[in-house]
């Protein structure tokens, strides 16, 4: 008889959980190394150890305010239910912050194309993103094209052409320099004529304060919006992780401007500021749609609330 379980490595949802928890490592490491700490005295949940908490979460940038609540939470919790300890209540604290957040982006494609506009800074792996979206897209039988309406970096066209050979799609561009809007109009009428599935269109990167760049995009929603009064379906933000509270800043910038309607954190295996994704939770309440966590496509993550906080903290066993 075989040895092997539901929770064998040859069990495919343990080996993508085993693959997250590695790729979490310099945010995990963060937290357990100090959680160890905390525990390593077996005091109960004492006024210093909560005060210890609050530091730790701060620097694995969980920010002020939400880590505030996370220790305000656990100190006030009942003396029954304190026996629990301290990683279990924060483990339970960090699921009642991600778990309503925990939206998974399913295009819906009737007679027209889904129709989604990818935004954020340069830099943060927003074209890598798009391109990885259209290949998965693809692999569940989908039919996609994409838009290269960042004109502004002759180099965004080109690399945008690179995944739409990758991804077996068609790409609508124009010269470098056209204008970001007649490219969106052009990519809708085509993708209605071919009856594409989804359309993702890429943008211009400059910084949010950059008041051009807001007014571009606001542009092109109102060009969307023309040809399909639905459009766009999905305005995703795409971040950063490893600017911690920049992260933070630039969407709650960008969706004051345009209305962000779902959030992808990317670069989460080179960061022990994983935390941020909390902050931005309980902050705006936004749907956290995919998170990426390394270059292969097989990288970008729906986000899946209990997996993420398993990863990060230590098993109740080893909490003890």
Same mark, same amino acid.
């Given at each position: ?24 490592l ?41 880590s ?9 919790t ?28 399913q ?10 506009l ?25 039919s996609?094209? #994409? ?32 204008d ?43 060009? #969307? ?39 992808? #954190? ?11 994704l ?43």
């Amino acid at each position: 008889m075989s040895q092997d379980s539901p929770q064998s490595v040859d069990n495919p949802d343990r080996k993508a959980f085993s693959r997250l928890r590695d790729k979490l490592l310099k945010t995990r490491s963060q937290l357990v190394s100090g959680l160890g700490g905390l525990l390593g005295t077996q005091r109960g949940i004492d006024p210093p150890l909560l005060e210890e908490l609050e530091e730790l979460l701060i620097v694995s940038d969980v920010g002020l305010e939400t880590s505030q609540y996370l220790v305000d939470r656990i100190g006030t919790t009942p003396g029954r239910e304190q026996q629990k300890g301290v990683v279990a209540l924060l483990k339970q604290g960090l699921l009642d912050i991600l778990a309503p957040c925990e939206q998974i982006l399913q295009p819906q494609h009737d007679d027209r194309p889904f129709v989604i506009l990818v935004v954020g800074v340069n830099g943060v792996g927003k074209t890598t993103t798009l391109g990885k979206l259209a290949w998965q897209f693809k692999r569940d039988g989908l039919s996609v094209m #994409l838009a290269a309406a960042d004109t502004f970096r002759a180099a965004a066209i080109e690399q945008l052409g690179v995944w739409a050979k990758r991804a077996d799609c068609p790409v609508i561009q124009q010269q470098h320099g056209a204008d970001a809007a007649s490219v969106a109009h052009d990519a809708v009428q085509s993708a209605i004529a071919r009856k594409i599935d989804v359309l993702l269109i890429d943008t211009a990167g400059r910084q949010a304060t950059h008041s051009n760049l807001m007014e571009e995009l606001k542009k092109i929603r109102r060009v #969307l919006t023309k040809l399909d009064e639905t459009a766009p379906h999905e305005t995703l933000m795409v971040l950063d992780a490893s600017t911690g509270q920049n992260a933070l800043s630039q969407l709650t910038q960008f969706h004051s401007a345009i209305g962000v309607t779902g959030v992808c #954190l990317t670069k989460l295996d080179g960061t022990a500021k994983g935390g941020i994704l909390i902050a931005i939770a309980k902050r705006l309440g936004l749907p956290i749609r995919y998170i990426g966590i390394g270059e292969g496509t097989e990288d970008l993550h729906p986000f899946n609330a209990e997996e993420f906080v398993d990863a990060l903290l230590p098993a109740m066993d080893q909490a003890k």
